[in-house]
């Protein structure tokens, strides 16, 4: 998938809770060369925090408890063909997507997870790292294959744990700087940049 001038890739972002690379995303998108064009966020939560950021910069939010998960996956891939959705960022979803879903979007969905990936895939990322005395630990963006957390890695990014880390300083200077992988990742798909 390349991007090519002024056309920017319609693009779905899929949240689940606070939504911070959400909002990051859409500043990101909202620059002259972003070569993204963000006009859906699929939430499986309805009280997501991250759902004001879709109302605030004025994107269509759908949300999809995924209580059936099959009939909510069919819905999405119509809203997305319908509405000629060609990336799908995740940011925080909390649900796993199935093999047919992401078949049907091979090559073009992908995922920020924060570790080193392939280390600690999964959750409780952080306290795996701190736990295992890891002098480092980061983020990752990766494609989304049929395995958790195991598609090819687009970008990584390190940060070093120190002594003084919890869990909770570690998880907020992760964050930090998957705000800024995110959109480097996005940049190295669609752009040569
Ligand atoms: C991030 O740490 C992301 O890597 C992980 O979930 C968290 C989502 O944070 N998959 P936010 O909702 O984007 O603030």
Partial sequence: MKFFGSNKINTGVFISGTGSNLKNLIKFSLKKNS?????????????????????????????FEFKNHRSDENKILNYLKKNKIELLCLAGFMKILSKKFIKSYQGKIINIHPSLLPKYKGLNTHYKAIINNDKFSGCTVHYVNSKLD????????????????????LAKKILKIEHLIYPKAINKILTNL
Wanted: proline share 2%; glycine share 4%.
């Fill in 150 to 169: 195991s598609g090819k890695i687009i970008l990584q990014k390190k940060v070093k744990i120190l002594k003084k880390d919890t869990t909770s300083s």
């Fill in 35 to 63: 070569p993204i064009k963000i006009i859906f966020v699929c939430s499986n939560n309805k009280d997501a925090k991250g759902l004001q950021y879709a109302k605030k910069y004025s994107i269509k939010k759908k949300i």
